[in-house]
T-cell receptor, first 112, second 113 residues
Framework: DGGITQSPKYLFRKEGQNVTLSCEQN?????MYWYRQDPGQGLRLIYY???????QKGDIAEGYSVSREKKESFPLTVTSAQKNPTAFYLC???????????FGPGTRLLVL | QKEVEQDPGPLSVPEGAIVSLNCTYS??????FMWYRQYSRKGPELLMY????GNKEDGRFTAQVDKSSKYISLFIRDSQPSDSATYLC?????????????FGSGTRLQVQP
């Protein structure tokens, strides 16, 4: 079955700690995206990557970092610089030539 | 003003009703229009995808795009309790740059049995 997996489902972060959210896809999609979802605000773009070894900042990149070393993987690190990290984080991918994105199941990040 | 406006609801309807969900947008350059369904604490699931203006039907779902009014709609016929979810509209530009989607904030739908 092709799809997008995200782990963990829930993640707890302590003050001053960096945490990494995993996103893997086996759809052979070129582009991958990270969104943050807060209640009543829809999805906001954090980072995106169109090809391996290249990524760009989205609308709310401050306090986050990413890497794209493999086509299948696009991990997101929430750094200690992100002062309000509590949110639902969604990873998505998109095939070349199409304009629709497919989403993973999400990771809920909570601050202890 | 947000680029995409969507009434947050909740919208409560009885089972079997026809549901109308809507979004308005301000950027006339949007060319691709999508509707996603999101169950609580799950990732969004693509329901409908439309390019430019017109209608598209898939089972109980019909998507309409009126680019002249910058208005899109999703109709659900014979609504079921299992349709209870948040519905997100999304749209994108016909560009080769970031190819990202712009989302509405979502409308929460409750179908009462």
């Amino acid at each position: 079955d092709g799809g997008i997996t995200q782990s963990p489902k829930y993640l707890f972060r302590k003050e001053g700690q960096n945490v990494t959210l995993s996103c893997e896809q086996n759809l052979n999609h070129d582009a991958m995206y990270w969104y943050r979802q807060d209640p009543g605000q829809g999805l906001r773009l954090i980072y995106y990557s169109q090809i391996v070894n290249d990524f760009q900042k989205g609308d709310i990149a401050e306090g986050y970092s990413v890497s794209r070393e493999k086509k299948e993987s696009f991990p997101l690190t929430v750094t200690s610089a992100q002062k309000n990290p509590t949110a639902f984080y969604l990873c998505a991918s998109m095939a070349r030539g199409l304009e629709t994105q497919y989403f993973g199941p999400g990771t809920r990040l909570l601050v202890l | 003003q947000k680029e995409v406006e969507q009434d947050p609801g909740p919208l409560s309807v009885p089972e079997g009703a026809i549901v109308s969900l809507n979004c308005t947008y301000s950027n006339s350059a949007f060319q691709y229009f999508m509707w996603y369904r999101q169950y609580s604490r799950k990732g969004p699931e693509l329901l409908m995808y439309t390019y430019s203006s017109g209608n598209k039907e898939d089972g109980r779902f019909t998507a309409q795009v009126d680019k002249s009014s910058k208005y899109i709609s999703l109709f659900i016929r014979d609504s079921q309790p299992s349709d209870s979810a948040t519905y997100l509209c999304a749209m994108s530009l016909m560009d080769t740059g970031r190819r990202a989607l712009t989302f509405g904030s979502g409308t929460r739908l409750q179908v009462q049995p």
